[in-house]
T-cell receptor, first 113, second 114 residues
């Protein structure tokens, strides 16, 4: 089955700096890659996603890049703010699995004011 | 409809007892998923429904676990004869067949087995 590895497990940045979180996946058939943000006591919230026919997608301060050949994808957050502090999860899924996703183990991002 | 609702938020039970959790998805979402999340880990897939049909179950879902979605709306997840290893956050998510493939998660039910 699919295996998703996520790095780093913890990341601390100064407010205003950029943060990058990287994930690799094992199944070349995976074609949908969402990122979720999870705050304490809440369920994960979808923040951005990318399909395998696209190399990059941007939404304001958040961007995701995908390298299908190398089977890795990354989340980029620019101009970080304290409210970006949370646990971020990457995931991978295949259309044929009706959206069942395999998640990474998460990155705890801390943005210091 | 403000999102996916899960009840209860917290459950403490003694080992060997049965527990049942409920999930109310977004009304127009026909797919409903159950995931389990332990501390420091990402969510792990348990099972999913399309309308009332349970289409896939993970091998994580032992015989003590059962899930239902009788009318294609809310779903229940029951754990029988709970064990300490069942302690986790149980997350429900839903999504529509159209539009974004991303999930809308509920806030989860945190189960503690003592």
């Amino acid at each position: 089955g699919e295996n998703v590895e996520q790095h780093p497990s913890t990341l601390s940045v100064q407010e205003g700096d950029s943060a990058v979180i990287k994930c690799t996946y094992s199944d070349s058939a995976s074609n949908y890659f969402p990122w979720y943000k999870q705050e304490l006591g809440k369920g994960p919230q979808l923040i951005i996603d990318i399909r395998s026919n696209v190399g990059e997608k941007k939404d304001q301060r958040i961007a995701v890049t995908l390298n299908k050949t190398a089977k890795h994808f990354s989340l980029h957050i620019t101009e970080t703010q304290p409210e970006d502090s949370a646990v971020y999860f990457c995931a991978a899924s295949k259309n044929t699995n009706a959206g069942k996703s395999t998640f990474g183990d998460g990155t705890t991002l801390t943005v210091k004011p | 409809d403000t999102g996916v609702s899960q009840d209860p938020r917290h459950k403490i039970t003694k080992r060997g007892q049965n527990v049942t959790f409920r999930c109310d998805p977004i009304s127009e979402h026909n797919r409903l998923y159950w995931y389990r999340q332990t501390l420091g880990q990402g969510p792990e897939f348990l099972t999913y429904f399309q309308n009332e049909a349970q289409l896939e179950k993970s091998r994580l879902l032992s015989d003590r676990f059962s899930a239902e979605r009788p009318k294609g709306s809310f779903s229940t997840l029951e754990i029988q004869r709970t064990e300490q290893g069942d302690s986790a956050m149980y997350l429900c998510a839903s999504r529509s067949l159209q539009g974004s493939e991303g999930y809308t998660f509920g806030s989860g039910t945190r189960l503690t087995v003592v």
